[in-house]
């Protein structure tokens, strides 16, 4: 019996060891599928268990497991969505969108406190450092601190100056100057349009620009200086419209086949002051009358340029708002990165051979900051009587004013839709002028093709084009005569009277054409009789208003006297 319990209590204790050791190997996180498979081998299911493994095992599954697991959890719940998703990537929806290429964004935007005199922003307070007592690291995750001056940079050439200079001076004397200074002189030429000589020249001893600033400006040859400000043109990606023609939308809006009838925009002369124009292109055949490369450059036509052109003079497939017009086509702008941009000198370049060689319309569809060039160049180019017109921007509501539309001598385009809605993207102030089609616009593109596409840009296309119809029913008719004939026969539009959307309304061609009496030279817009704003004087001492009185009507009574068979049906 003493045998019988000795072997008895082995037998226990072996038990309870192995229960111990078990136990202690599941704490220790042992393979314990080993120890289940010795004992309940039949139970086990792993392909019914895999797909539910809880997140909380998921390190401790092999890495390759793991993996799988969360992209699985991330994609689709089901293995016949992921072509379609992956498609959708690949291929565009549209076969007309891959043409064009979209300008970016360079300027940024902010609210009043954050402006100066002139509307531009200011460089806000950098979270990061500069004694703010924060560390840089901490802040830099906002991007409120640091996304305001990064923009503001890209407002001109880093290391580059644009200089009026003596106009005495010969080549050699110029390179001598710059050299004085640790610069090099890119390019320097006498401008006529403004009677002076201008430089552009580069830092490139690597000092610092404030300093060489400095020191350049105190130089007795040199008689202005400026950051060499870069320009941007004005389009921006949209989404196909869902049905009807966007070609005709927009026809029908600026009511262009009624003013055909009487004028088509012959024998005036438009520049286009953009990127490369494909002068093949069967919409432009035979309506380029002069080239100039202000950029020197050897590329090709560019998407921008060949659409601007297409709106003001397309005559195949496409029907521009001028189509008999004549192109000064004027390369700008230039890049090879999918965008296209210019700068201060290359635009005054640009100005100047427009107002020498005859034109009539200068068309700006870009934008960038007040420039002291170029606002002298674009008074002096008002002052010889040209017509000029510009995209109001792309850069939203909270943008300041944009430059050259904000310039009072220019006539300030903003965009609408087909529904009659303001572009979203488009700028918005008391200096707009006039509003047009911008956005889904069908257009010509490079090598014989057409891109659909979206921007103030197009906006002010069309309505360069329906100034050179007023041009061809009276040549007489002076530039303040025809924005008034633009503003008094525009169609209003949002809330009743002039606004900072719309500015007087969407424009309309053929009651602008109605307004201007081909036998006499002094244009119905142009009467004394003509109202103006009662609000004018308090409005022309607010930041970026227009000197000029806008030839606008105070109420939407006033607006009713346009007789009314020369005006669409009331909406």
Do not use: W
């Not at 498979?37 to 895999?50: C, D, G, H, L």
């Not at 924060?134 to 001109?156: C, F, I, Q, V």
């Not at 002010?460 to 040549?475: M, Q």
């Amino acid at each position: 019996m003493t045998g019988k319990s000795e072997s008895r209590v082995r037998a226990g204790a072996y038990a309870s060891s192995v229960g111990a050791a078990l136990l202690i190997a599941a704490c220790l996180g042992v393979e314990v599928a080993q120890a289940q498979a010795i004992m309940r081998t039949p139970t086990i299911s792993v392909p019914t268990r895999t797909p539910t493994i809880s997140p909380s095992i998921a390190p401790r599954i092999a890495p390759t497991i793991s993996a799988r697991a969360v992209s699985v959890d991330r994609g689709p719940r089901t293995m016949a969505t992921i072509p379609h998703t992956t498609t959708s990537r690949l291929r565009p929806t549209t076969t007309v969108l891959p043409y064009a290429r979209y300008s970016p964004n360079l300027y940024p935007a902010c609210t009043a406190p954050y402006r100066d005199a002139d509307g531009e922003c200011l460089a806000q307070p950098n979270a990061g450092g500069g004694g703010s007592g924060k560390p840089a690291k901490k802040s830099a995750g906002k991007g409120r601190g640091n996304a305001t001056p990064a923009a503001a940079n890209l407002r001109s050439f880093a290391n580059e100056f644009v200089a009026e200079i003596d106009g005495t001076l010969s080549p050699d004397d110029a390179d001598a100057l710059a050299r004085r200074h640790g610069l090099t002189r890119i390019s320097s030429e006498s401008f006529p349009l403004i009677g002076a000589t201008f430089g552009l020249f580069r830092v490139t001893d690597g000092r610092p620009y404030e300093a060489v600033r400095r020191e350049f400006a105190a130089d007795g040859s040199v008689r202005s200086l400026q950051p060499n400000f870069r320009y941007v043109l004005q389009d921006q990606k949209s989404t196909p419209p869902s049905e009807g023609d966007p070609a005709q939308y927009a026809l029908t809006k600026l009511r262009l086949p009624q003013a055909h009838t009487l004028a088509h925009g012959a024998n005036v002369t438009v520049a286009v002051i953009d990127s490369g124009i494909d002068t093949k292109h069967p919409e432009l055949a035979n309506s380029v009358a002069d080239n100039f490369d202000a950029l020197g450059s050897a590329e090709g036509p560019h998407v921008h340029g060949t659409g601007i052109a297409g709106a003001i003079v397309a005559h195949d497939r496409l029907m521009g708002s001028a189509p008999q017009a004549r192109i000064i086509a004027i390369r700008a702008f230039g890049g090879s990165n999918g965008g296209a941009e210019s700068s201060s000198y290359i635009i005054l370049r640009s100005l100047n051979y427009a107002a020498e060689h005859g034109a009539q319309i200068v068309n700006m569809s870009f934008a960038g900051p007040k420039d002291a060039v170029i606002e002298r160049a674009i008074a002096a180019t008002a002052a010889r009587g040209l017509v000029l017109i510009a995209a109001a921007g792309n850069a939203g509501a909270k943008s300041p004013p944009l430059y050259p539309a904000a310039n009072p001598n220019v006539i300030a385009v903003s965009a609408t839709d087909q529904q009659d809605r303001l572009f979203t993207a488009s700028n918005r102030g008391n200096y707009i002028a006039v509003s047009a089609p911008g956005v889904d616009i069908f257009l010509p593109a490079p090598d014989g093709k057409y891109q659909m596409t979206s921007g103030t840009s197009f906006s002010a296309a069309y309505v360069s084009g329906v100034a050179a119809l007023l041009l061809e029913r009276n040549y007489t008719l002076k530039p303040e005569a025809l924005r008034m004939t633009l503003a008094k026969t525009a169609r209003d539009l949002g809330s009743p009277g002039r606004d900072e959307l719309f500015g007087d309304g969407q424009t309309d061609a053929f009651a602008a054409v109605m307004a201007v009496p081909a036998d006499s030279a002094t244009p119905v817009a142009a009467a004394s009789g003509t109202t103006k704003r009662e609000d004018a004087g308090k409005r022309r001492d607010e930041p970026g208003t227009r000197a000029i009185e806008q030839p606008s009507l105070s109420s939407a009574d006033d607006k009713s006297t346009i007789s009314q068979a020369d005006r669409p049906a009331t909406r």
